[in-house]
């Protein structure tokens, strides 16, 4: 493994190659040495058959050829001399004598070659062998362009070397058998005595066989030479078959081992190196999916997989940090809220109690005002009509600053009654006692009647009523009792804070299809703008309204808007200070009443 | 999986090597069928007839009681030391010169000089020399190339085993002299006990083979 690094270190640094690049490069390599290894191999058989081929045509051929042409200088040679030994008239002595000259000459041309195959007919030895007389020999008569003869085998060497010697033999006793033949040739010249003449042709005759049995030996070496030449030729052809065949065997043998090799190496290397790595990654995503953040990828290698790895652990470790705050943080709000909830539970109890208590108090105070008023009321009323009955003079009759001053006292008990009035309508729409009876009325009597009510008033602070009446003003259906009550109220309003002078304008608008709008506008001290928001509250008075010391509890405003609300309509108010203000409902119109 | 990835490699390596040699083998095979060294070109009646005769030569010379008497003398002081120095002797033996003591000794000797004495008779023989039981040169004509022969097949062949045997080799070519020759071995025996106390080689040039046959 860590030789692999190392590796891996060193394609990075010095040959600059990435990691999974550089492995592939020397998967690659190792293909091309596959390769290499198999071309040199072919080249390598070609080469060999090439030499044999090249040896058979330049060395065993020639060497053939050398020995052939050997073959028919002996046959020259042999010709020769059966030609000088035929030669018997003394007349004839310069054919022998040219047929003695040819065979010396072809004897010389034979040792030469005989030389040249012993030695080869380029080496130094050749060259120097017998003072050099063989090689002059050789370049005089052209052998030299003719054959080429390769430094011979061994076995070559010893059947030249053999041939030569008998080849010796052959030359000693043709010279021999020539010499015999001259001396018998000068004794028919010279007439001589028969008797010297038989021992001299059986002399020749001798000499004669012995250069023949030569001549066979020397042939027979030769025709060796020319069979190992020969056996040499088909041994180098079936070299060349078998070299064939073994490089036809071999590829295919190198061939399928390194396609084998290639195919293996390939799959070790991507499943080492790519399939295994991501494999193994994958599973860490698995797992780490499932939530086991502590799960680390092992880094086997240094290239772009190894990185993978580093950066996914990293990013495991990232991930699983941050899941681990969050979660602390959540424990920690959830912590927070169960103390926040016992706290509002607490104090929802808290509330809870206070306002059963505040409820308990409400109920009570409005038991306290019911009780009072209905309590008030009785004695009031008592009182009131004990008054009248002074001041309208039935109990005799009374000065002038007497009947002012129960005249003061009367209406000091008309405003408690209207207070206690209204206490009790407030108490009566607080507890929903407030009863209401629905019919239809005209409007305009409604307001005339309440006019005619507050007609003392009006006239006692010399405000101008307007009062726009339409004819055709449709019935509307509402509780008169009540309704008067509102209208009253408004009205009353309206005069009290216009100051002397001033005027109130009252307006019939049909509102939609269905509604009947009555406004009443003032040219009054208006409402605050602060606090127009309060106006319908309960006992609530404007500033500028108190400042005039007018009479008033402020639960007018609220009886109003409570009761108008239950006739299904809407009050609202326009109101600027110091100019005036104006006061708007709407009631229901009786359609069918009309029709 | 590295170890099936490096037993792989090493298999295709190997086979790869394996092919190689073979393919190595067959080849050197192809030019060594030629070469068998040991395999003598038959010679003809005449030729044998000729080394024969030299043979014989050789043979009387060996035979004679003086030749016989120092050879054995050789041998009665051989010992292991004198082995050792001879061994030394023979590593050097190559470079030194003709007028060396030490070549004189070999030269000059009684058998020596008998030698020549068959040589200046024999101008056929254009060297000769003995060597005792051992292997090691006893007498010489001209300077050898070494003086330990019972490391050559010749030798051994002539030696056969103490039994001796006279024969005559292949033709010899020297580069050096530019010469081919025929050597012939024979052994010396003692005449009383008729073991083989020497060897004897001489080189028979081709030219005077020629013109005896």
Redesign the interface.
């Known amino acids: 493994m860590d030789g692999r690094r190392q590796i891996e270190v060193y394609l990075k640094k010095y040959l600059g190659f990435l990691g999974l690049q550089g492995k592939l490069l020397v998967f690659l390599g190792f293909i091309g040495v596959m390769l290499v290894?198999l071309l040199l191999?072919n080249l390598?058989?070609l080469l060999?058959v090439a030499n044999f081929s090249k040896e058979i045509s330049e060395r065993d051929i020639a060497l053939a050829d050398a020995i052939q042409n050997s073959l028919l200088l002996i046959i020259e040679t042999n010709t020769a001399l059966g030609q000088a030994l035929a030669v018997r008239d003394p007349a004839d002595i310069i054919f022998f004598v040219e047929q003695k000259n040819k065979v010396f000459d072809s004897i010389i041309s034979i040792e030469s070659l005989l030389a040249a195959l012993?030695?080869g007919s380029e080496t130094e030895?050749f060259k120097?062998?017998?003072g050099g007389i063989h090689y002059n020999v050789w370049h005089e008569r052209q052998f030299s362009e003719r054959f080429v003869i390769f430094p011979p085998?061994?076995?070559?060497?010893?059947?030249a070397?053999?041939a030569?010697?008998?080849f010796?033999?052959f030359?000693?006793?043709a010279r021999k058998t020539l010499e015999a033949h001259e001396s018998y040739i000068k004794l028919i010249q010279n007439d001589t005595d028969s008797s010297l003449f038989s021992s001299a042709q059986s002399n020749v005759g001798t000499q004669y066989v012995l250069t023949l049995?030569?001549s066979k030996?020397t042939t027979e070496?030769f025709l060796?030479i020319v069979e190992?030449a020969n056996s040499?030729i088909s041994?180098?052809a079936s070299?060349i078959l078998?070299?064939q065949r073994?490089a036809i065997v071999?590829t295919s043998?190198?061939s399928i081992?390194?396609f084998?090799?290639i195919l293996?190496?390939g799959y070790?290397f991507t499943?080492?190196n790519i399939i295994a790595p991501i494999e193994s990654l994958t599973a860490a995503a698995t797992q780490i999916s499932k939530g086991d953040f502590s799960l680390r990828v092992p880094v086997e290698s240094e290239d772009e997989i190894g990185a993978l790895a580093n950066a996914f652990n990293a990013m495991t470790e990232s991930i699983g940090k941050q899941t681990s705050d969050i979660v602390e943080r959540l424990q920690h709000l959830v912590k927070e809220q169960d103390t926040s909830a016992k706290l509002l539970i607490r104090r929802d109890l808290d509330l809870r109690k206070a306002n059963e208590i505040l409820k308990k108090l409400d109920r009570q105070k409005s038991d306290f005002l019911s009780v009072a008023a209905h309590q008030l009321r009785t004695p009031l009323s008592a009182s009131k009509w004990a008054l009248r009955m002074v001041t309208d003079g039935d109990l005799g009759p009374l000065t002038i600053d007497q009947k002012t001053v129960l005249m003061k006292g009367y209406e000091s008990n008309e405003r408690m009654i209207k207070l206690v009035n209204e206490l009790l309508d407030v108490d009566r729409i607080a507890s929903g006692r407030y009863q209401y009876v629905f019919e239809p009325m005209s409007i305009i009597d409604q307001i005339d009647s309440v006019l005619v009510d507050l007609l003392p008033t009006i006239n006692k602070r010399n405000i101008k009523v307007v009062f726009n009446k339409d004819k055709e003003v449709p019935n509307i259906l509402a509780d008169s009792k009540k309704l008067r009550n509102v209208i009253q109220n408004l009205i009353d309003n309206a005069v009290k804070y216009t100051p002397p002078n001033g005027t109130v304008t009252i307006s019939l608008v049909p509102e939609g299809g269905n509604m009947l709008a009555v406004s009443i506008e003032d040219t009054g001290i208006g409402i605050p703008e602060d606090q127009q928001g309060q106006i319908f509250q309960k006992f609530f008075r404007g500033t500028n309204a108190r400042k005039l010391k007018t009479e008033g509890s402020g639960l007018g405003m609220y009886i109003a808007k409570e009761i108008i609300k239950m006739h299904k309509g809407r009050l609202w108010f326009e109101s600027e200070e110091d100019k005036g203000s104006t006061f708007t409902f709407t009631l229901p119109i009786v359609r069918d009443e009309n029709t | 999986?590295h170890k099936?990835?490096y037993i792989?490699?090493a298999?295709?390596i190997f086979?790869?090597f394996g092919?190689?040699v073979?393919?190595q083998a067959?080849?050197t095979q192809?030019s060594d069928?030629?070469?068998?060294?040991n395999?003598?070109?038959a010679?003809?009646p005449?030729?044998e007839r000729v080394l024969e005769n030299k043979m014989v030569l050789l043979s009387k010379l060996l035979q004679e009681p003086e030749v016989i008497q120092y050879i054995l003398k050789v041998n009665s002081q051989y010992s292991e030391i004198e082995a050792e120095k001879l061994f030394a002797i023979d590593k050097y033996w190559d470079s030194i010169e003709d007028s060396d003591p030490l070549l004189q000794l070999y030269t000059t000797n009684k058998v020596a000089y008998r030698l020549k004495q068959l040589q200046s008779r024999e101008p056929g023989f254009s060297e000769i020399f003995v060597t005792d039981r051992h292997g090691f040169n006893v007498a010489q004509t001209n300077k050898t190339s070494d003086i330990y022969q019972a490391d050559e097949e010749w030798w051994q062949q002539a030696f056969n085993d103490g039994e001796g045997k006279s024969y005559a080799g292949?033709?010899e070519?020297d580069?050096s002299s530019?010469t081919?020759g025929i050597s012939v071995y024979v052994p010396v025996k003692d005449p009383v006990t008729g073991e083989v106390i020497g060897i004897a080689k001489g080189v028979v040039s081709?030219?005077d083979?020629?013109?005896e046959?």
């Open positions: 290894a191999f390598y058989s060999l012993t030695w030895s120097n062998a017998n085998s061994s076995e070559q060497v010893q059947l070397g053999v030569s010697v008998y010796g033999g030359a000693n006793h049995r030569f030996l070496k060796s190992g040499a041994q180098k070299d078998n070299t073994l071999n043998i190198i081992i390194g084998i090799i293996s190496v070790i499943a080492k | 999986m099936w990835l792989i490699i298999a295709a086979i790869f092919i190689a073979y393919q067959i080849d192809s069928t030629l070469g068998a060294e395999q003598r070109v010679y003809s005449e030729l292949l033709i070519f580069e530019l081919t081709i030219e083979i020629k013109s046959l």
